[in-house]
């Protein structure tokens, strides 16, 4: 992400002045977090059920169960330390379940756990740039109704750190980006020649960028119905509709409903 086209102010202060009390007030910051969590713990478990079922692979079955009993104890953690505790080993036995998920025999998309800061795989430079392109979108989700990008309650402040949209996009990991790199992958969209080695990483080159970028407004355009609405609505447009839900709750405080699929 280069950049973005914004207004100077926000539109709404009062909900920043919502947003920063909630931020403050200990207890309600760690019952958002749950939400952010449980939502997250709950979509991988079923990005997890629905492979078990696809390939017969009673270990991704088990690994649902497990991230399903810590989703349970993630309902009752009562600081934010043990809750990022929780979501931790929850997302390492997901990404432990990882290569029952592809479907390719090339060496080039073998994978075996999640590095960043660079990728050290292919499939971890598909991840990463899925979660960058997610996270562009949530942040704009946050300026259009008028949150605070950077002030979060999951993700902990600190400067040049969207928190706010890091918290909303953890429901969407499991359901968007992740569905984007598994249906290249699976689906032989993306080839060898499409990721390069270079400083101590692997990156996308343009030609993967390029059937990323399609495969991911694929995923956008696709249908959806959030819990709380009545009708279906496509992924970008549920960006938002999390975000303006985030905002009512902290304004009139009114339970937050975390984003989940079945």
């Given at each position: 992400?280069?950049?973005?086209?914004?207004?100077?102010?926000?539109?709404?202060?009062?909900?920043?002045?919502?947003?920063?009390?909630?931020?403050?007030?200990?207890?309600?910051?760690?019952?958002?977090?749950?939400?952010?969590?449980?939502?997250?713990?709950s979509?991988?478990?079923?990005?997890?059920?629905?492979?078990?079922?696809?390939?017969s692979?009673?270990?991704?079955?088990?690994?649902?169960?497990?991230?399903?009993?810590?989703?349970?104890?993630?309902?009752?953690?009562?600081?934010?330390?043990?809750?990022?505790?929780?979501?931790?080993?929850?997302t390492?036995?997901?990404?432990?379940?990882?290569?029952?998920?592809?479907?390719?025999?090339?060496?080039?998309?073998?994978?075996?756990?999640?590095?960043?800061?660079?990728?050290?795989d292919?499939?971890?430079?598909?991840?990463?740039?899925?979660?960058?392109?997610?996270?562009g979108?949530?942040?704009?989700?946050?300026?259009?109704?008028?949150?605070?990008?950077?002030?979060?309650?999951?993700?902990?402040?600190?400067?040049?750190?969207?928190?706010?949209?890091?918290d909303?996009?953890?429901?969407?990991r499991?359901?968007?980006?992740?569905?984007?790199v598994?249906?290249?992958?699976?689906?032989?969209?993306?080839?060898?020649d499409?990721?390069?080695?270079?400083?101590?990483g692997?990156?996308?080159?343009?030609?993967?960028?390029?059937?990323?970028?399609?495969?991911?407004?694929?995923?956008?355009?696709?249908?959806?119905?959030?819990?709380?609405?009545?009708?279906?609505?496509?992924?970008?447009?549920?960006f938002?509709?999390?975000?303006?839900?985030?905002?009512?709750?902290?304004?009139?405080?009114?339970?937050?409903v975390?984003?989940?699929?079945?």
């Open positions: 992400l280069k950049g973005r086209l914004g207004s100077s102010s926000s539109h709404r202060p009062k909900l920043r002045m919502a947003q920063y009390r909630a931020h403050d007030a200990t207890g309600e910051r760690v019952l958002l977090a749950r939400a952010f969590i449980r939502a997250k713990l979509n991988m478990q079923t990005m997890l059920r629905r492979y078990a079922r696809r390939r692979a009673p270990a991704l079955s088990e690994s649902a169960d497990t991230v399903s009993d810590l989703k349970r104890r993630a309902a009752h953690a009562e600081d934010l330390d043990g809750l990022r505790g929780m979501e931790g080993q929850a390492r036995v997901y990404y432990e379940a990882w290569p029952l998920f592809i479907n390719r025999s090339d060496p080039t998309f073998s994978f075996s756990e999640r590095t960043r800061r660079p990728p050290e292919a499939v971890n430079a598909l991840l990463s740039f899925g979660y960058t392109l997610l996270l979108d949530m942040q704009v989700a946050c300026a259009t109704v008028g949150l605070d990008p950077s002030l979060g309650f999951l993700h902990t402040l600190r400067r040049g750190c969207p928190s706010c949209a890091l909303l996009v953890e429901a969407f499991p359901t968007v980006a992740d569905s984007v598994l249906r290249l992958l699976n689906e032989c969209r993306i080839a060898p499409d990721v390069k080695s270079r400083d101590e692997v990156f996308l080159t343009r030609s993967g960028r390029e059937a990323f970028y399609a495969a991911y407004e694929e995923r956008r355009q696709t249908t959806v119905t959030p819990p709380g609405l009545g009708s279906p609505i496509a992924y970008h447009r549920a938002e509709a999390q975000a303006r839900m985030l905002a009512r709750s902290l304004t009139s405080g009114a339970d937050y975390p984003f989940t699929i079945r």
